[in-house]
Nanobody, 114 residues
Framework: VQLVESGGGLVQPGGSLRLSCAASGSFVRLYVMGWYRQAPGKQRELVATITTGTSTNYADSVKGRFTISRDNAKNTVYLQMNSLKPEDTAVYYC?????????WGQGTQVTVSS
């Protein structure tokens, strides 16, 4: 399975971005899909996850602003990010977890700055 993220970029505070993570291979066997982020000098942290049953989980820092979703027909998971803040600046990574293996994408940069 390969995961490829897209949709990152530069946005002003208060703006929106939608990240996409396209999977090749057995997407439906990736029971949990998630978005993580890593800011310079900080550890990688969980942003949001979604199961095949569409149960979601969010970090407290993004609740009410970010929405994770998945389209199994398109083998894609999305992260809609609204009301972006400078502290959301990071490299965002997609992760897919199967029964025995986890897969990571290469990351996409999100920069929130005026």
């Amino acid at each position: 399975v390969q995961l490829v993220e897209s949709g990152g970029g530069l946005v002003q505070p208060g703006g929106s971005l939608r990240l996409s993570c396209a999977a090749s291979g057995s997407f439906v066997r990736l029971y949990v899909m998630g978005w993580y982020r890593q800011a310079p000098g900080k550890q990688r942290e969980l942003v949001a996850t979604i199961t095949t049953g569409t149960s979601t989980n969010y970090a407290d820092s993004v609740k009410g602003r970010f929405t994770i979703s998945r389209d199994n027909a398109k083998n894609t998971v999305y992260l809609q990010m609204n009301s972006l803040k400078p502290e959301d600046t990071a490299v965002y990574y997609c992760k897919g977890t199967g029964s025995t293996t986890a897969y990571w994408g290469q990351g996409t940069q999100v920069t929130v700055s005026s």
